[in-house]
């Protein structure tokens, strides 16, 4: 048996929490490879809408287990409170949540960090989340990291207390003032390593091969998106994991010849949340009625997200990158109502058309050239076979495919689980 990836394509926002929670019922086990609470994945169902940070998004399932693998970076703070949000559901994740040991903790002074670089770019900064992702990924590199294993350790405090010191005097080479009240934060982080401990701390590279073996059907959930890859994403605007295919091996231990389908997920059109080049971004009603109509506003920070039309050249580089098997939409609702839809089909790069993603995408080296399409009036929302989509759409979605060489099996047409068409 094999696992199964599922990732997002594009700039992160993509939709995968609903596409896991769609999918789980397929599989025994969902795995986070990578990330922390920077994501933010949504679901809807039952009327009611659940955002999840770090845990997997199969929680909501009776039969599925739940891996925090060794690739992640928790905060002990935000997973109490995710914790806490399913106490109000009744959810048994004491039985269903497995932690790696193997996984980094991120401390009150690594969001310190986070905010104190962040502005001391100015208008240099990169649009981070402030969560302390950055800083708790530069200590896992440094070899200085905090991991969850370390908790069962007797001298776990010695150590957060000498890394909490060496961040302190790293706070100072900040030419910003960050305030902050130390003990509050510590008092708050203690009650969050408390919540943590209720949970069963695994070798989790172990438990997942071992799994293989037994022929449990896994998915591994990734977070971000493609472009937002520390090695592959539009650097320096990126996130400090690797978001692809081959974060998976090593987020979860295990190898390349273990890996079967790759999930893509996009969006029927781009959106970007924070800083960064977007050669297809919107400045016009176009744009404005994306956001309005897709309720672009980023789950982690409340953000309003920059919208625009769907960008084939970076859409491609996302699935040769990951090996992507199978495609999937979300959001093309959204797009009922334009006259016409754009796509992006090839870059102006430095006087030359090209169609691949270049080193740099910045607008004074890129222009974009589009493809026109029929729109559709249609509202999707209340469709629930394929055979119920308008035929412009269905026309969009065989460019796609033609262009891609790959198969969209899933169009999105709501936020709701059961707004979801197979194909």
């Known amino acids: 048996m094999k696992i199964d990836l599922l990732l997002g394509l594009q700039w992160g926002d993509e939709g995968k929490g609903k596409i896991v929670d769609v999918l789980t019922k397929n599989y025994d086990i969902i795995a986070r490879f990578q990330g922390g609470p920077n ?14 940070h770090t845990i997997p998004s199969g929680i909501f399932h009776k039969t599925a287990m739940n891996v925090v693998g060794n690739g992640v970076v928790i905060d002990p703070v935000i997973f109490k409170k995710e914790l806490e949000n399913l106490d109000v559901h009744n959810i048994d994740y004491t039985s269903k949540l497995l932690i790696s040991r193997k996984a980094h903790l991120i ?15 100015g208008k240099a900064k990169i649009g981070s989340t402030l969560k302390g992702i950055g800083p708790t990924y530069m200590d ?36 910003v003032q960050i305030e902050y009240n130390l003990e509050e934060l510590e008092a708050e982080f203690c009650k969050g390593i408390d919540k943590l401990r209720q949970l069963q701390f695994i070798d989790s590279e172990e438990y997942l091969n071992n799994a293989i073996k037994n022929n449990k059907t896994i998915l591994a959930e990734g977070a971000q998106g493609s ?7 539009t650097y320096p605007f990126v996130t400090s994991s690797n978001t692809t295919a081959a974060g998976a091996c090593t987020g979860l231990g295990v190898a390349p010849n273990k ?27 176009d744009g404005e009625t994306m956001a309005k109509v897709g309720h672009e506003f980023g789950a982690t920070t409340g953000r309003a997200r920059r919208c625009g039309w769907l960008d084939l050249v970076a859409l491609k580089y996302a699935i040769q990158v990951n090996g992507v098997t199978q495609l999937m939409m979300m ?8 006259d016409t839809l754009k796509i992006a089909t090839s870059y102006n790069y430095k006087g030359k058309e090209i169609t691949h993603l270049p080193y740099n995408i910045e607008p004074e080296n890129v222009s974009v050239n589009y493809t026109e399409f029929k729109g559709w009036q249609a509202d999707l929302t209340k469709m629930t076979h394929k055979d119920q989509l308008p ?9 796609i495919e033609k262009e891609t060489e790959v198969p969209i099996k899933i169009v999105s047409v709501g936020p709701d689980r059961l707004q979801t068409i197979d194909r």
């Open 39 to 52: 994501a933010g994945h949504t679901l809807i169902f039952d009327g009611k809408k659940h955002v999840l």
């Open 107 to 121: 401390l009150p002074t690594h969001r310190l960090l986070d905010a104190a670089s962040e502005t001391s770019k």
């Open 140 to 175: 896992k590199t440094g070899r200085n990291g905090m991991r969850v294993g370390d908790l069962e350790l007797d001298n776990w405090k010695e150590k957060y207390e000498a890394l909490t010191k060496k961040h302190i005097k790293m706070l100072h080479f900040f030419d």
């Open 227 to 233: 472009l937002l890859d520390i090695d592959f994403g």
């Open 259 to 285: 890996i079967g389908d790759v999930f893509g997920i996009f969006k029927a059109y781009t959106t970007r949340v924070g800083s960064g080049p977007f050669p297809t971004e919107l400045f016009d009603k």
């Open 331 to 338: 959001k093309g609702d959204v797009l009922s109502g334009f």
């Open 391 to 399: 035929k412009n759409l269905l026309e969009y979605v065989a460019f």
